[in-house]
């Protein structure tokens, strides 16, 4: 009898420890991070570098990796099946083209914020507005390549309905995104650019010339979208959802960009 009681005692212990071990595991699971690639439109570096370091004080399991750069290129690499859990747009038509391929989720898609295409020059230029683009002052002038860069597509539709487009052909210097532009401006490589607002708040001996006027082009949206293969699906949209928050919205305004009421 005590050597069938000490044979159940040893088994009783037996499953008391694999418990405990699957408990263990399951906790390890639980509290093990959960990794975030965010493709980004490259003009939004700037706020969205500020809001990784914000929403990692309460979700500090969330590694979040940002991938920046032109909108067209970040969308041609998710089409060609880069790695990428969410995907923010400088421009619907980006955004356009993976739903017509079935890559994003539809019904995560929601416009996040807006801006403001300006003009801008180096901080000594005495250039003044639009119209002085095509005098001798000016030499060279940026935008994005319009077939990728939506800050390019809108500068190239302000340029044509202001009429200045076929004008400044031979000045136009194609950059691979509006950082780009921007830099090019900084560093005197050019005499002039066009940028979103929240570009030139962030430039360095540059000044904002002037404002394209609203209805010289397509309204600046950012759409942004779950992409369907990302396997955080969830943490996805709910880092989205963040973003539309109050306290994004704060930030968001602070680096020149227009909350969407939503």
């Known amino acids: 009898m005590k050597r069938w009681l000490s044979l159940l005692s040893?088994?009783?212990?037996?499953?008391?420890?694999?418990?405990?071990?699957g408990s263990n595991q399951e906790q390890t699971a639980a509290t093990e991070p959960v990794r975030l690639t965010i493709s980004a439109a490259?003009?939004?570096?700037?706020?969205?570098?500020?809001l990784k370091t914000i929403y990692n004080r309460d979700n500090p399991r969330v590694i979040i990796t940002y991938n920046f750069g032109s909108s067209?290129?970040?969308q041609k690499q998710i089409e060609q099946g880069a790695p990428a859990d969410l995907f923010i747009s400088a421009g619907q038509a980006q955004m356009d083209a993976l739903a017509e391929k079935g890559l994003i989720i539809e019904d995560t898609r929601k416009g996040l914020v807006g801006n403001h295409l300006v003009l801008i020059s180096g901080q000594d230029s005495s250039l003044a507005g639009f119209e002085e683009l095509t005098g001798e002052q000016v030499g060279k002038i940026s935008i994005g390549v319009p077939e990728s860069v939506p800050a390019g597509k809108y500068a190239q539709e302000?340029?044509?309905n202001?009429?200045?487009?076929?004008?400044l052909q031979a000045k136009l210097v194609p950059a691979k995104d509006v950082r780009q532009v921007l830099t090019y401006v900084e560093t005197g490589n050019v005499d002039a650019g066009l940028v979103y607002r929240s570009d030139a708040l962030m430039g360095k001996h540059i000044k904002e010339v002037a404002t394209a006027?609203?209805?010289?082009?397509?309204?600046?949206?950012?759409?942004?979208?779950?992409?369907?293969?990302?396997r955080n699906q969830t943490t996805a949209g709910a880092f989205a959802g963040f973003l539309t928050g109050q306290e994004a919205g704060?930030?968001?305004t602070k680096y020149g960009f227009k909350v969407l009421e939503n």
Do not use: N, R
């Open 10 to 21: 040893l088994l009783l212990l037996m499953v008391l420890a694999g418990a405990g071990c």
């Open 42 to 50: 490259a003009s939004l570096q700037d706020a969205m570098e500020e």
């Open 72 to 74: 067209g290129t970040l």
């Open 158 to 160: 302000a340029l044509t």
């Open 162 to 167: 202001l009429g200045l487009w076929d004008a």
């Open 213 to 230: 006027p609203e209805a010289s082009h397509q309204p600046i949206l950012y759409p942004m979208a779950v992409i369907k293969d990302s």
């Open 250 to 252: 704060q930030v968001f």
